[in-house]
T-cell receptor, first 114, second 112 residues
Framework: DVKVTQSSRYLVKRTGEKVFLECVQDMDHENMFWYRQDPGLGLRLIYFSYDVKMKEKGDIPEGYSVSREKKERFSLILESASTNQTSMYLC?????????????FGAGTRLSVL | DAKTTQPTSMDCAEGRAANLPCNHSTISGNEYVYWYRQIHSQGPQYIIHGLKNNETNEMASLIITEDRKSSTLILPHATLRDTAVYYCIVGNYGGSQGNLIFGKGTKLSVKP
């Protein structure tokens, strides 16, 4: 089974802190994604990576950056956390499908910024 | 990508089949239908996908109408652990263009 592991299930940080969310997948997938999920807004793509050191901005990249130094690891960085970044963060990796990639998600990190 | 319409909620008795409908009347010829679900406080989970033929795997069956304007996800023997929000998604492109657009989905409650 594909395993996507996010380093923390719950995280509490203070405004202005630098926050690192880590994600590791064990299936040698090329593509990895970071989403955030908020009530009423569904999943929104923050960043996408299609290879080591390669990244593309998603729909809401402002206030975030990412790092992919190794194929299996994709990190999301909040440079200076703000209260409006309180959310559920979901990491996914994918295999190319006949149409959309089939995405495999981690359990999520619920981040609270106080 | 085509939009999808799903009922907001459904109930199902444990052990019975759960049939979850999805309308996608503007689907284009090369777009696939995908189903994911999200159990409370967990990440979404891929279930099944198809283009035009019916599909079955160990989790569920997918029935797509001949005109492809609607589909039904069938959980043949629902259990309490199948209580989740089920999302129907249509699309075709991979990579970042294929980022998943989750609508509101159907909240399925399986009751004892």
């Amino acid at each position: 089974d594909v395993k996507v592991t996010q380093s923390s299930r719950y995280l509490v940080k203070r405004t202005g802190e630098k926050v690192f969310l880590e994600c590791v997948q064990d299936m040698d997938h090329e593509n990895m994604f970071w989403y955030r999920q908020d009530p009423g807004l569904g999943l929104r793509l923050i960043y996408f990576s299609y290879d080591v050191k390669m990244k593309e901005k998603g729909d809401i990249p402002e206030g975030y950056s990412v790092s992919r130094e190794k194929k299996e690891r994709f990190s999301l960085i909040l440079e200076s956390a703000s209260t409006n970044q309180t959310s559920m963060y979901l990491c996914a990796s994918s295999v190319p499908g006949q149409g959309l990639d089939i995405q495999y998600f981690g359990a999520g990190t619920r981040l609270s910024v106080l | 990508d085509a939009k999808t319409t799903q009922p907001t909620s459904m109930d199902c008795a444990e052990g019975r089949a759960a049939n979850l409908p999805c309308n996608h009347s503007t689907i284009s010829g090369n777009e696939y239908v995908y189903w994911y679900r999200q159990i409370h406080s967990q990440g979404p989970q891929y279930i099944i996908h198809g283009l035009k033929n019916n599909e079955t795997n160990e989790m569920a069956s997918l029935i797509i109408t001949e005109d492809r304007k609607s589909s039904t996800l069938i959980l043949p023997h629902a259990t309490l652990r199948d209580t989740a929000v089920y999302y129907c998604i249509v699309g075709n492109y991979g990579g970042s263009q294929g980022n998943l657009i989750f609508g509101k989905g159907t909240k399925l409650s399986v009751k004892p």
